[in-house]
């Protein structure tokens, strides 16, 4: 496991649930790439309703016609790892959204097996 304290980089990707790349959603190539570098972890967030660039709501309200709903991929790791994945984004996320902010990380454990 990677430790992980103090000062840290917080990578957000929002991207659509229906976004692919090669046939495979975007959102589970975005965290099986961020596993493959090693990065601290990963996690994917379906959020209920949404709009982004396009100007177009994206909504799970019964009766709505929408879906794509809105997905946000959270990756917390050191500014040098965080950077250097970013480059991988530049060919997965065709629409949407990538941010990077500072975080300070105050506790990192994982599960004991």
Same mark, same amino acid.
Request: net charge negative.
């Given at each position: 496991m990677n430790s992980l304290a103090g000062p840290a980089k917080r990578l957000t990707i929002f991207v659509g649930e229906d976004d692919r790349f090669?046939?495979?959603p975007v959102y589970a190539e975005i965290v099986h790439r961020a596993h493959q570098a090693g990065l601290a972890g !990963?996690? @994917?967030?379906?959020g209920i309703e949404g709009y982004g660039a396009s100007r177009h709501v994206h909504t799970s309200r019964f009766l709505?016609?929408?879906?794509?709903?809105?997905? !946000?991929? @959270?990756i917390v790791?050191?500014?040098e790892r965080i950077e250097a994945f970013l480059p991988q984004l530049d060919e997965l996320v065709t629409a949407g959204l990538v941010m990077v902010d500072d975080v300070r990380v105050v506790r990192y454990v994982g599960r004991q097996r």
């Open positions: 090669h046939h495979r !990963a996690s @994917v967030f379906r709505s016609l929408s879906e794509n709903l809105p997905l !946000a991929i @959270v790791d050191t500014e």
